[in-house]
C-alpha cells in the first residue's frame, strides 16, 4: 500500500480509497492518516493548496510532475480539514486530526479532577462544549440541523452528563477509591448516548439518503440512519473506554509509591499525557470499527421503501448504502 513515486496520468483517481476500507485494517490505516494530530499545524495557506490540488485532479487536471505521493498527501490534507459536503474549510478544534489533542487534555483533566463536585461540573461542561463543537463541525450537510435543535443537544448532553457525573460522585463516597476515579467514563458514556441522536435528529426523523451499489440514489430509510448513528455513539464510547477505563488503574497503583506522592503538582499533566497515549491509537481504531460506507439488507428497510425498490429494481438489490457518518 505504499505510494510509488512518478509522474501521475490526467486518469489518476485521487478519490479512490489508498487503503481496502471493506477491511479493520484498511480502514485504521485511513484513519491514522488523517487523524495524525501534526495535520492541526499545517498553515491555512498549504491547506488550501491541497484543495486545490484535489479538485484539480477530480476535474481531470493534474499538475505535470506531480508524484502519487504528493497527490495522496494533498488528499490526506484535505479530509482532515475540509468537510467531505460543503467542502468548506473547518474550525481547527472541530477537525478530525484534533481529536487526540482535544481529547486528551479534556480526558487528563476529568480524571484528575473527579473528587470534588464543582470540579466535575466543571469539566463535564467543557467536555461537553467541546463534543458539541466536533458534532456540529462534522454534521451531515445533507440532513441541515437548527441552531435551536444544536442548542437542545447541547443543554440535553451536558444536562445528562452532569446528572450521571454528580449523581454517581456523590454514590461512590462509600465505594472503593477506584470505582470513584470510573465516574467520569460512566458521564461520558451516558452523554453520548444522548448528544449524538439528539444532533442528528434530523436523519432519524426524515430518514438518509441510501443507494444501490453504484450509487444511485433509491429513497431515504429512517432504519439506515439509525444503524448509522448506533454505530457513531459504540464508537465514540470505544474511543474513551480504554482511557477512561485502565488509566485511573494505573494511577491507582501509580500513586501508592512516595515520589508520586511528593510530585502531587505533577498528576495532572501526567494523566493528560498517559490519556494522548491512549487516544493517540483509539480515535483511529474506533473511527475505523465500521464501514464508513454502511450497508443494510434490502429485508431490513421499512416496508413501504422496500415495495418500492422491489418494484423498480426486482431482485437487482440486495443491499443499499449510505454514509454513516464520523
Not at 495557506?45 to 484539480?56: C, H, M, S, T
Not at 477530480?58 to 497527490?71: D, F, K, N
Not at 486530526?97 to 466543571?122: D, E, I, N
Not at 460506507?293 to 421503501?305: F, G, I, Q, Y
Request: aromatic share 8%; with cysteine; hydrophobic share 45%.
Amino acid at each position: 500500500a505504499s505510494p510509488a513515486q512518478g509522474k501521475m496520468t490526467p486518469a489518476f483517481d485521487i478519490d479512490a480509497p489508498r487503503w481496502d476500507q471493506g477491511t479493520f485494517l484498511g480502514r485504521l490505516r485511513h484513519f491514522l492518516a488523517v487523524t495524525d494530530p501534526r495535520l492541526v499545524l499545517v498553515p491555512d495557506a498549504e491547506l488550501e493548496r491541497a484543495k486545490a490540488l484535489v479538485q484539480g485532479c477530480r476535474a481531470g487536471l493534474v499538475p505535470p510532475g506531480s508524484s502519487q505521493e504528493q497527490l495522496c498527501y494533498a488528499k490526506t490534507l484535505y479530509d482532515s480539514a475540509f468537510h467531505p459536503d460543503s467542502g468548506e474549510r473547518m474550525n481547527v478544534l472541530g477537525r478530525i486530526s484534533f481529536q487526540v489533542p482535544g481529547g486528551m487534555a479534556l480526558t487528563g483533566c476529568m480524571l484528575q479532577f473527579y473528587r470534588t463536585v464543582p470540579a466535575v461540573v466543571f469539566w463535564q461542561w467543557v467536555n461537553q462544549s467541546f463534543n458539541a463543537i466536533v458534532n456540529y463541525t462534522n454534521r451531515n450537510a445533507a440532513s441541515p440541523i437548527s441552531l435551536t435543535q444544536i442548542a437542545v443537544a447541547y443543554v440535553t448532553a451536558t444536562g445528562t452528563a452532569l446528572a450521571t457525573a454528580v449523581g454517581l460522585n456523590l454514590y461512590t463516597k462509600r465505594a472503593p477509591p477506584l470505582v470513584a476515579r470510573w465516574v467520569p467514563f460512566a458521564a461520558v458514556a451516558a452523554a453520548n448516548c444522548v448528544n449524538i441522536p439528539i444532533m442528528r435528529q434530523q436523519e432519524i426523523i426524515h430518514g438518509i439518503t441510501v443507494t444501490d451499489e453504484n450509487g444511485n440514489e433509491l429513497g431515504r430509510s429512517r432504519r439506515a440512519a439509525a444503524k448509522g448513528i448506533t454505530q457513531v455513539v459504540v464508537s465514540r464510547i470505544t474511543m474513551a473506554a480504554p482511557g477512561m477505563i485502565i488509566l485511573p488503574i494505573i494511577m491507582e497503583r501509580l500513586e501508592r509509591f512516595p515520589f508520586m506522592k511528593r510530585i502531587r503538582v505533577l498528576h495532572a499533566p501526567l494523566q493528560v499525557l498517559l490519556s494522548g497515549g491512549f487516544l493517540l491509537f483509539m480515535v483511529p481504531a474506533a473511527c475505523a470499527l465500521f464501514p464508513q460506507r454502511c450497508s443494510l439488507a434490502l429485508a431490513d428497510l421499512e416496508p413501504e421503501l422496500r415495495a418500492t425498490i422491489t418494484a423498480e429494481h426486482r431482485d437487482q438489490v440486495p443491499y443499499v448504502y449510505f454514509n454513516k457518518g464520523l
